[in-house]
């Protein structure tokens, strides 16, 4: 099955500085990357996903990338804010809407004021 | 904006109890998910429903767990005889996927086995 390995498991950056997440998966049939952010005690929210056919994709602050020869994803955040401290989970699929994400094992986000 | 709800947000229980997780998913999703994190850990996958059954399930998701869409607006997963190490947050995810990729994901439910 899918393995994501997901990097650095803490993230600690200055508050307008940007910060990069990066997730490896191992099965090239995997075709949808989302990642999600999850704050203490809540549920995971969709922050930005991409789909294996686009390269890279941006939402404001947030985008992310994608290398499929090289099997990963990385999620970019600038001018970072204090409300952007929270775990960050990369996810992968395979196949179609049926299938589950298989998930890295996230990366805690600390904005220092 | 519609969300995914899940009830109870707290269960505790006794080994060897049988428990009933309970999820109302976005009312016109066709895709329906079970998801558990242990504390502190990544989340990871049980099973996924569709079209009135089971389309993928975990090595997680043995003969222990089952699911169920009981009427047109529960979606329900069950844990016959519950361990300690089935101590988790499970969450409840739909999706829709005419129009979006994205699976919703519930505020879970805290799973505490004694």
């Known amino acids: 099955g899918e393995n994501v390995e997901q990097h650095p498991s803490t993230l600690s950056v200055q508050e307008g500085d940007s910060a990069v997440i990066k997730c490896t998966y191992s099965d090239s049939a995997s075709n949808y990357f989302p990642w999600y952010k999850q704050e203490l005690g809540k549920r995971p929210q969709l922050i930005i996903d991409i789909r294996s056919n686009v390269g890279e994709k941006k939402d404001q602050r947030i985008a992310v990338t994608l290398n499929k020869t090289a099997k990963h994803f990385s999620l970019h955040i600038t001018e970072t804010q204090p409300e952007d401290s929270a775990v960050y989970f990369c996810?992968?699929?395979?196949?179609?809407?049926?299938?589950?994400?298989?998930f890295g094992k996230g990366t805690h986000l600390i904005i220092q004021p | 904006e519609p969300e995914v709800t899940q009830t109870p947000s707290h269960q505790v229980t006794q080994m060897g109890q049988e428990v009933i997780l309970r999820c109302v998913p976005i009312?016109?999703?066709?895709?329906f998910y079970w998801y558990r994190q242990i504390l502190g850990q990544k989340v990871e996958f049980l099973v996924s429903?569709?079209?009135?059954?089971?389309?993928?399930k975990s090595e997680i998701f043995d003969d222990q767990f089952s699911v169920e869409r009981p009427d047109g607006s529960n979606f329900t997963l069950k844990i016959r005889s519950t361990k300690l190490e089935d101590s988790a947050m499970y969450f409840c995810?739909?999706?829709?996927?005419?129009?979006?990729?994205?699976?919703?994901f519930g505020p879970g439910t805290r799973l505490t086995v004694l």
């Open positions: 009312s016109n999703h066709l895709y």
């Open positions: 995810a739909s999706g829709d996927f005419w129009r979006s990729t994205e699976q919703f």
């Open positions: 429903f569709y079209n009135n059954e089971i389309s993928e």
């Open positions: 996810a992968a699929r395979m196949g179609g809407g049926a299938d589950g994400l298989t």
